[in-house]
């Protein structure tokens, strides 16, 4: 029978989420912040120690290992479960003090250290299938971090339970912990050949039993308005100036459509992130999201067509447009490869929980894996209200996702 300890991946976890290891959106470094590899060389430690192979961590926060293959079987394909060991930039990841709630009870929980803040199971309907389960929260004054330490706990407590058990056969299983996910850099510096993987699995997925297999594509958009400059005191009829035409752009946006906050489901959509400059030469930029590339492309030519007819309305001011690619859907690869997601399906079956297939409503590092190669669907941790202070994870879960990825591994052996 497989069955992970709830305390000893509880305490595990926890471990890892009084790590800071928020990166940084704004850095041009690799990884963005140099606080990622101290969980880096953590985990690097930790797997040397438990005894896998090919073990190191580099210069960019990457971390590699190999589990050996056991298997009497000539062929089976080597797999591998990634996470990522940042935290999101949204919220503070400084000095988290994780708690953990025993035989959750059903009732609000109230954080020590923010009294106004109200962690309840009316609005997080999910904490109801966790009463009499031990749940974990943060303290109130920073987020958790189960995005994405629930993913590493899990794939460190699989890992743990495959080499206490050799009787479970399995082919090579890598493992890759990657920094920079949540700036969405997750994989630019790592390295294909060191994973050595025909397919994979991105543990960084929410409630038990889900499999998401399709994302977004995503691309941004770079909008710069050019004024036109003279000296304020003798500006009559002759300035444009261009942060109002970029305000005016911000203006022209369709109100009920067309954004991130009147969309849901397979409806894409177009974000404004950031506008900066001065009165000569305004900067506008967007995220472009949508599950098909016509989509994307379709929501592409209508933001221009709103720019270039706001500007037109400003004489002497111009415009140019820039898309830039940032990944793209999953599905594209796993359509060829359908297996991969099939083998998910039957492993968490196997843990007791019903299938739930969704689709992400944005991207994992297994989106652009999968198009370096590595088709890469992702599988639930249990994370809940993730990026916030009011993030929490059941225990039940975290240690269902470590046993989804034993059973996982055991698929792929025995259908090999």
């Known amino acids: 029978m497989i069955q992970i300890s709830q305390d000893a991946i509880a305490e595990r976890f926890m471990r890892y989420v009084r790590i800071d290891t928020q990166s940084d959106p704004n850095s041009q470094t690799h990884p963005t912040t140099e606080k990622q590899k101290n969980l880096s060389r953590l985990l690097c430690q930790e797997l040397k120690e438990l005894g896998l192979t090919q073990v190191e961590t580099d210069d960019y926060g990457y971390v590699y290992a190999t589990i050996p293959s056991n298997s009497d079987k000539k062929k089976v394909p080597a797999i591998c479960f990634c996470a990522h060991v940042d935290t999101a930039p949204d919220c503070s990841g400084t000095n988290v003090k994780p708690i953990l709630h025993r035989s959750y009870d059903g009732t609000d929980i109230h954080f020590p250290d923010d009294s106004n803040l109200i962690l309840s199971p009316t609005i997080s309907t999910y904490l109801n299938e966790h009463i009499n389960s031990h749940i974990i929260t943060a303290s109130g004054l920073t987020l958790l971090g189960s995005d994405d330490k629930a993913g590493v706990a899990a794939i460190m407590q699989a890992a743990i339970f495959l080499l206490q058990n050799p009787t479970i056969k399995h082919g090579d299983i890598k493992i890759a912990f990657t920094p920079d996910e949540e700036v969405g850099q997750g994989t630019a510096k790592i390295d294909m050949q060191k994973i050595g993987a025909s397919f994979g699995y991105t543990m960084d997925g929410g409630e038990a039993g889900s499999l998401e297999d399709e994302t977004f594509s995503a691309d941004a958009a770079i909008i710069n308005v050019y004024g036109v400059i003279t000296h304020p005191g003798y500006a009559k009829n002759k300035l444009v100036n261009a942060l109002k035409v970029a305000g005016a752009i ?3 946006l369709p109100k009920n459509e067309f954004s991130p906050e009147t969309t849901e489901g397979m409806q894409g959509f177009v974000h404004p992130t950031s506008i900066s400059g001065i009165s000569e030469k305004a900067t506008l930029q ?13 929501h592409h030519r209508r933001l221009q067509q709103i720019a270039a007819d706001t500007v037109a309305k400003f004489p002497g001011a111009t415009m140019d447009y820039t898309e830039v690619e940032q990944y793209r859907n999953m599905k594209e ?15 968490i079956q196997r843990t007791g929980f019903a299938v739930k297939k969704e689709s992400i409503r944005g991207g994992t590092d297994g989106s652009r894996l999968s198009y370096m190669g590595m088709p890469c669907p992702n599988i639930y941790t249990g994370m809940q209200n993730i990026h916030s202070k009011l993030e929490w994870i059941g225990t039940r879960d975290l240690a269902k996702a470590a046993e989804t990825i034993v059973h996982l591994s055991m698929v792929w052996e025995e259908k090999s």
Request: hydrophobic content about 60%; overall charge negative; proline content about 3%.
């Open 333 to 347: 690869m796993l359509n060829l490869h359908p297996h991969v997601a099939e083998y998910a399906a039957e492993a």
């Open 250 to 252: 911000l203006d022209a």
């Open 286 to 298: 967007f995220i472009v999201r949508d599950f098909t590339l016509e989509g994307l492309a379709a």
